[in-house]
């Protein structure tokens, strides 16, 4: 059977293309729009985590010398965790107890704690991994995309027809978006 290239068969095509790709496309196209509103505002905000402090009260001071493995433990209960990883001493005034994803910072003399979580923003910390091409062969998905996102712009140029399509206002529209550069 052949196939004959006519006006009509060509329009249908492209609206096919057009149609169907960009439905396929169209949640990874969400993606990267929304990622790239978080990461367009990283001097904002921290678009990959949520950091929360929380100042605790001890209900008695320490000296680094009263600091052992037992004290420790109690310090950690008291903000809710229950397994640290190490501990050190940033000063001889200070202990600091690392956890999974947080941390408590306990002055002695002063007599509190700043107890520091650091929790994975949902959504927009595993967008913005894609987004910025943190996976690895993630660069190659990204390319295909960046390839589709052009032939779903190129196919849509030719959409519509007369004085709304390319050969009416749409090449003057098209000709004001390039002088943008």
């Not at 690392?98 to 002063?110: A, I, N």
Request: glycine letters at 8%.
């Amino acid at each position: 059977m052949e196939w004959k290239w006519n006006k009509k068969k060509v329009r249908k095509l492209n609206v096919a293309t057009h149609r169907d790709f960009g439905y396929f496309f169209s949640g990874l196209i969400i993606i990267y729009c929304i990622s790239g509103l978080a990461l367009n505002h990283v001097d904002d905000w921290n678009a990959d985590f949520i950091l929360t402090k929380d100042t605790i009260q001890l209900s008695q001071t320490y000296n680094q010398a009263d600091i052992n493995d037992n004290v420790i433990q109690q310090l950690s209960e008291k903000v809710g965790e229950d397994k640290y990883k190490v501990f050190d001493f940033p000063t001889n005034n200070q202990v600091k107890i690392y956890f999974k994803e947080s941390s408590l910072h306990v002055y002695f003399k002063d007599g509190y704690g700043i107890y520091e979580k650091v929790a994975k923003r949902p959504v927009i910390y595993q967008t913005n991994v894609l987004h910025r091409n943190s996976l690895k062969g993630w660069k190659w998905a990204s390319d295909v995309f960046a390839v589709m996102l052009i032939l779903i712009t190129v196919t849509g140029l030719f959409i519509l027809k007369g004085k709304n399509g390319i050969s009416g206002r749409g090449k003057w529209l098209i000709a004001s978006g390039f002088d943008r550069f």
